[in-house]
């Protein structure tokens, strides 16, 4: 699982589809512009959460997400193999976690 809140933290994307990148350094800007660019994992706006192996959702689920429908999904990218998708959770009114999952690991996530 990669927690990304900071754009300097996108190079840990970098085997990543460019789309996949594209769209989380959209919501970094997002949450940069309404609650600044020196922000705290734990500060007010949230973060993005790259899931890489299907066990992680179960720690999210438990701990992050607990009891949380997610407020929408969409795909980001897709290719011949992989359909990455960007789930939003509003976690208060001024913090959110946003879930990029590919294929089977969106589908648990989902349940």
Do not use: A, H, Q
Request: one cysteine or more.
């Amino acid at each position: 699982m990669i927690n990304l809140w900071k754009k300097e933290y996108l190079n840990f994307l970098s085997e990543y589809p460019k789309g996949v990148v594209e769209n989380v350094n959209n919501v970094i800007n997002t949450l940069d512009e309404n609650y600044g660019s020196n922000r705290k994992l734990t500060d007010d706006g949230g973060y993005v959460c790259v899931i890489e192996e299907i066990k992680e959702i179960d720690y999210l689920k438990s701990n992050i997400l607990n009891r949380l429908v997610e407020e929408f999904s969409d795909v980001v990218y897709e290719d011949e193999t992989n359909v990455y998708s960007s789930t939003l959770y509003l976690l208060s009114s001024d913090y959110s976690v946003t879930v990029i999952s590919k294929n089977e690991e969106t589908e648990y996530l989902l349940k």
